[in-house]
């Protein structure tokens, strides 16, 4: 089992950066795939990033490559993204995401083993 608490939402302005972190419960934290989704209302979950067990590969949406950065501290069991140069519509409720599934499939996943609970990122424009 492995429990997932994100941090860091909040309201921001457009162009500025925000930092999204995620601890997790756990001596297995390194054996996981870990990454972020967001969800806005009326809307199915999207992929936003993942990151490889070791912190080596990585994936972004499109959408977000070139101004969001995942990262992982295995000793810390956190996973972060730092987002920069945010966008109205970058709004949504982010979550963060472990499974065994390779990081190379992620892009496409609807479901993961573990979710957290998900924090509320909202830029104004």
């Known amino acids: 089992q492995v429990q997932l608490v994100e941090s860091g939402g909040g309201l921001v302005q457009a162009g500025d950066s925000l930092r999204l972190s995620c601890a997790a419960s756990?001596?297995?934290?390194?054996?996981?795939?870990m990454g972020w989704f967001r969800q806005t209302p009326g809307k199915e979950r999207e992929f936003v990033a993942g990151i490889s067990y070791g912190g080596s590969n990585t994936r972004y949406a499109a959408s977000v490559k070139g101004r969001f950065t995942i990262s992982r501290d295995n000793a810390k069991n956190t996973v972060y993204l730092q987002m920069n140069n945010l966008k109205p519509e970058d709004t949504a409720v982010y979550y963060c995401?472990?499974?065994?599934?390779?990081?190379?499939?992620?892009?496409?996943?609807?479901?993961?083993?573990?979710w957290g609970q998900g924090t509320q990122v909202t830029v104004s424009s």
């Open positions: 756990g001596r297995t934290f390194s054996t996981y795939v």
């Open positions: 995401a472990a499974d065994r599934a390779v990081v190379t499939t992620w892009s496409t996943r609807k479901n993961v083993d573990y």
